[in-house]
């Protein structure tokens, strides 16, 4: 077969450089003749193991996913990587890709998908690059793609037919072996090790406990359907819009409040079920409901802390516990308790990664929703519900019951995030850019009811490769144990999200069952006023509100 080069002249990256995301854009720019293949071109240009490799490729399904699968691999067969495994109809979520490069000891893998963002034909697409340890690739890689997409005045190609994508088994392109297998299976084996099926299948068979885990149309659909219902014995239609679809069923494929609203509804009312769970588009995230009861990200990492003993995969106890310095404190409070280490890194799962291969932390989380542990190197939305379901099962209470034993034991952190979507970015940026000048003299300041500890822009040194990380947020602590965070968000692909995080430590059991958003009350009129935000955005309320 023929190989071409073909000459180009633009960078995908024109005004962003690629982060643990990678590169999202609308779906029409990634349609732009030579722009996906700029990007890829530059992954294998600055990857040289991939030559005479393994490479691991898959998407959660979006619209432009199977097209860009066939543009990869006649990319990857001209570069010479040796062997492309890809997932059955080019699905794989990003937790199932991890572990399929590491089970395959692949040399890295490349995941398509904008995660949480919308899809279809106006929607969004992505791509990124992850490691041979399976987690997303680190600074010092994303900056070498970066470089090299300014550079670059090539890429290779060759000319084949298109690899039969629903059927698994052995096909070519050029001389490059392509293994096409089922996205499932090797996810599957491994979640069989860390939990007890065997104990949450009697759960199910109980006849006493009703589960509804809504996929959102998006990549977990199938994961979900073959693990619970068809392994783990749970009814028929457990598993709600389990066919992923390209335009996520014309939803928004992010596990919150807002747009998992009707699953919400399930656990209210006069006959509510007792547990439900989400997953995002890439299957990365995951959001926990009992009956009247909604378990902030936050809180679920304290909980999987404080209850790794009753898991089967973990029940020897964990190493240690991390999470990103917006996500509240509640885990160091079991830690500090456990006598367990803890950490408090940057958004992006690549910090949790180091952590991870030291051996320093076992369990890990975000409150972007999203947890996991040292199983693969991403976050994990199914890992998460079937944790919840192995703790229901072996402790056997309801999720309320596992909440207020925990916030006797521990005390209560009342968290939640108001998200402020497509912000002008100029507007935004001068919002952040003002609060960090401020930092320098509000300690010690007494506002609105609140004495200011400290104010500072967080910073982060990698104990285990010494790397340093700066700007990652402006972090404001009161003497109360009260806390905000202003960030802004990579996430979207159009304008900015200006993202405010508000924790407020409840020791008195008496005092734990207040309504969060009327708790937090003083602190979110505080936050705003500090901020100016409805002055400088024009936004008298949050889009989002967790």
């Known amino acids: 077969l023929a190989m071409s080069v073909t000459t180009v002249s633009t960078s995908p990256f024109e005004g962003q450089r690629p982060g643990t995301s990678g590169l999202r854009k609308k779906v029409a720019?990634?349609?732009?003749?030579?722009?996906l293949e700029n990007f890829v071109q530059a992954v294998f240009d600055t990857q040289p193991a991939l030559r005479g490799g393994t490479l691991v490729l898959g998407g959660d399904g979006r619209f432009y996913n199977r097209e860009a699968v066939q543009?990869?691999?006649?990319?990857?067969?001209?570069?010479?990587?040796?062997?492309?495994?890809v997932g059955q109809h080019g699905w794989l979520?990003?937790?199932?890709?991890?572990?399929?490069?590491?089970?395959?000891?692949?040399?890295?893998?490349?995941?398509?998908?904008a995660s949480h963002n919308p899809g279809g034909p106006d929607g969004d697409f992505g791509i990124k690059f992850n490691v041979p340890n399976g987690g997303p690739a680190p600074e010092a890689v994303t900056e070498a793609i970066y470089d090299r997409t300014r550079s670059i005045e090539r890429y290779l190609t060759v000319e084949a037919a298109a690899v039969d994508l629903d059927r698994c088994g052995a096909a070519s392109v050029g001389?490059?072996?392509?293994?096409?297998?089922?996205?499932?299976?090797?996810?599957?084996?491994?979640?069989?090790?860390?939990?007890?099926?065997?104990?949450?299948?009697?759960?199910?068979?109980?006849?006493?406990?009703?589960?509804?885990?809504?996929?959102?149309?998006?990549?977990?659909?199938?994961?979900?359907?073959?693990?619970?219902?068809?392994?783990?014995?749970?009814?028929?239609?457990?598993?709600?819009?389990?066919?992923?679809?390209p335009d996520f069923g014309g939803g928004h494929p992010d596990p919150n409040l807002v747009h998992a609203a009707a699953l919400v509804e399930m656990t209210r009312g006069a006959h509510p079920i007792d547990f439900a769970a989400a997953s995002d588009g890439d299957g990365d995230r995951n959001m926990i409901?009992?009956?009247?009861?909604?378990?902030?990200?936050?809180?679920?990492?304290?909980?999987?802390v404080a209850n790794a003993h009753h898991v089967k995969g973990y029940h020897?106890?964990?190493?240690?516990?991390?999470?990103?310095?917006?996500?509240?404190?509640?885990?160091?409070?079991?830690?500090?308790?456990?006598?367990?280490?803890?950490?408090?890194?940057?958004?992006?799962?690549?910090?949790?990664?180091?952590?991870?291969?030291?051996?320093?932390?076992?369990?890990?989380?975000?409150?972007?929703?999203?947890?996991?542990?040292?199983?693969?190197?991403?976050k994990d939305g199914l890992w998460a519900v079937l944790f919840w379901l192995n703790l229901l099962a072996?402790?056997?209470?309801?999720?309320?019951?596992?909440?207020?034993?925990?916030?006797?034991?521990?005390?209560?952190?009342?968290?939640?995030?108001?998200?402020?979507?497509?912000?002008?970015?100029?507007?935004?940026?001068?919002?952040?850019?003002?609060?960090?000048?401020?930092?320098?003299?509000?300690?010690?300041?007494?506002?609105?009811?609140?004495?200011?500890?400290?104010?500072?822009?967080?910073?982060?040194?990698?104990?285990?490769?010494?790397?340093?990380?700066e700007r990652q947020g402006i972090r404001i602590g009161f003497g109360d144990g009260s806390r905000i965070v202003y960030r802004l968000s990579?996430?979207?692909?159009?304008?900015?999200?200006?993202?405010?995080?508000?924790?407020?430590?409840?020791?008195?059991?008496?005092?734990?069952?207040?309504?969060?958003?009327?708790?937090?009350?003083?602190?979110?009129?505080?936050?705003?006023?500090?901020?100016?935000?409805?002055?400088?955005t024009g936004r008298a309320a949050p889009d989002v509100i967790t």
């Not at 409901?289 to 999987?304: E, K, N, Q, Y």
């Not at 008496?510 to 602190?523: C, F, N, S």
Request: overall charge negative; glycine content about 10%.
């Open 175 to 245: 001389g490059m072996a392509v293994e096409v297998i089922d996205p499932v299976a090797d996810y599957a084996a491994l979640m069989q090790e860390l939990f007890d099926f065997e104990r949450i299948h009697q759960l199910f068979n109980s006849g006493l406990f009703t589960m509804r885990f809504d996929a959102m149309h998006a990549i977990t659909g199938p994961y979900a359907t073959q693990i619970l219902e068809r392994m783990l014995g749970a009814e028929p239609g457990t598993v709600l819009n389990g066919t992923p679809e």
């Open 71 to 85: 543009v990869i691999l006649r990319l990857a067969a001209a570069n010479g990587v040796a062997r492309t495994v």
């Open 490 to 536: 990579g996430t979207g692909t159009e304008g900015a999200t200006l993202r405010v995080y508000l924790e407020r430590y409840e020791p008195d059991a008496q005092k734990q069952h207040q309504d969060t958003q009327e708790a937090m009350a003083p602190l979110i009129r505080l936050a705003d006023g500090l901020a100016e935000i409805t002055a400088r």
């Open 316 to 378: 020897r106890g964990i190493a240690g516990v991390a999470r990103s310095m917006p996500t509240s404190r509640a885990a160091d409070r079991v830690a500090e308790i456990l006598g367990l280490p803890c950490y408090e890194t940057p958004t992006g799962w690549k910090f949790f990664g180091n952590l991870l291969d030291a051996g320093r932390i076992t369990l890990c989380g975000e409150e972007s929703f999203g947890t996991g542990s040292d199983h693969v190197r991403e």
């Open 289 to 304: 409901l009992g009956r009247h009861c909604f378990v902030t990200p936050s809180d679920s990492l304290a909980v999987m």
């Open 29 to 35: 720019v990634f349609q732009t003749p030579g722009y």
């Open 93 to 113: 979520s990003t937790p199932a890709a991890s572990c399929v490069i590491r089970k395959r000891r692949a040399q890295g893998g490349l995941i398509l998908s």
């Open 394 to 469: 072996a402790r056997r209470q309801s999720v309320r019951e596992i909440l207020d034993e925990h916030w006797r034991r521990f005390g209560r952190h009342y968290y939640t995030r108001h998200d402020y979507e497509g912000v002008d970015a100029t507007a935004a940026q001068a919002l952040v850019d003002r609060l960090r000048a401020m930092t320098t003299g509000l300690a010690g300041q007494a506002i609105d009811g609140f004495t200011v500890a400290y104010a500072d822009d967080f910073a982060y040194t990698d104990p285990v490769d010494g790397s340093r990380s």
